[in-house]
């Protein structure tokens, strides 16, 4: 079956980067777009961006341009999100999720990411 | 960047019906059959329930539908369950800014 495997919990200080994983597993990665979402407490989610399946091309939310970095590791069927600059708005949860713009299947179980001094 | 509105909250007893809105504008929502729901339990990630305005996947009971007026999607739930109770997101695509969510709906099975 389909599973999309993320890393820990992460706790990180301000200014200091973060680079979350999604292993995917039960299909192959590159068949699928894949598309990262976080969700802040009591805070709508909001969508980060996506890497396209075959192509591996990228597109940025414009609000996270400059600050997030999607690459992927093909050999590894694993996708990386990497976030710089934290600040405390970046708490959040974090989520890897699979499909197109119509539909996102499914979701990996989120990483909660802590900014704190 | 521009959001979609839904109502913070709905509520219904067992077995009865409900309808959760979703307004956008023509350049998402009205623009694009590219309209999905998800059902977030607390600590759980969302479930896709609908896709493509009106698509079920597999597996999503059939008391969940979706359609769409204008700029307007809705969700409609039937025969009320407790375990519906949930909170509820619409997305739709945006050519500017990719997904777009609403602001979820809380829905309470009284």
């Known amino acids: 079956q389909v599973q999309l495997v993320q890393s820990g919990p992460e706790v990180m200080t301000p200014g200091a980067s973060v680079k979350v994983s999604c292993k995917a597993s039960?299909?192959?990665?590159?068949?699928?777009?894949l598309h990262w979402v976080r969700q802040a407490p009591g805070q709508r989610p909001e969508w980060m961006g996506r890497i396209n399946a075959g192509t591996g091309d990228i597109k940025y939310s414009q609000k996270f341009k400059g600050r997030v970095t999607i690459t992927r590791d093909t050999s590894a069927s694993t996708d990386f999100m990497e976030l710089s600059s934290l600040t405390s708005e970046d708490s959040a949860v974090y989520y890897c999720?699979?499909?197109?713009?119509?539909?996102?299947?499914?979701w990996g179980q989120g990483t909660p990411v802590t900014v704190s001094s | 960047q521009s959001a979609l509105t839904q109502p913070a909250s709905v509520s219904g007893s067992p077995g009865q019906s409900i309808t959760i809105s979703c307004t956008g504008s023509?350049?998402?929502?009205?623009?694009?059959?590219?309209v999905s729901w998800y059902q977030k339990h607390p600590g759980k990630a969302p479930q896709l329930m609908i896709y493509?305005?009106?698509n079920r996947p597999s597996g999503v009971s059939s008391r969940f539908s979706g359609s769409k007026s204008g700029n307007t999607a809705s969700l409609a739930i039937s025969g009320l369950q407790t375990e519906d109770e949930a909170d509820y997101y619409c997305?739709?695509?945006?050519?500017?800014?990719?997904?777009?969510f609403g602001g979820g709906t809380k829905l309470t099975v009284l």
């Open positions: 997305a739709s695509y945006t050519s500017s800014s990719g997904l777009l």
């Open positions: 023509s350049s998402d929502v009205g623009g694009y059959n590219y």
């Open positions: 039960g299909y192959i990665l590159t068949t699928y777009a």
């Open positions: 999720a699979r499909g197109g713009w119509e539909q996102l299947d499914h």
């Open positions: 493509g305005v009106t």
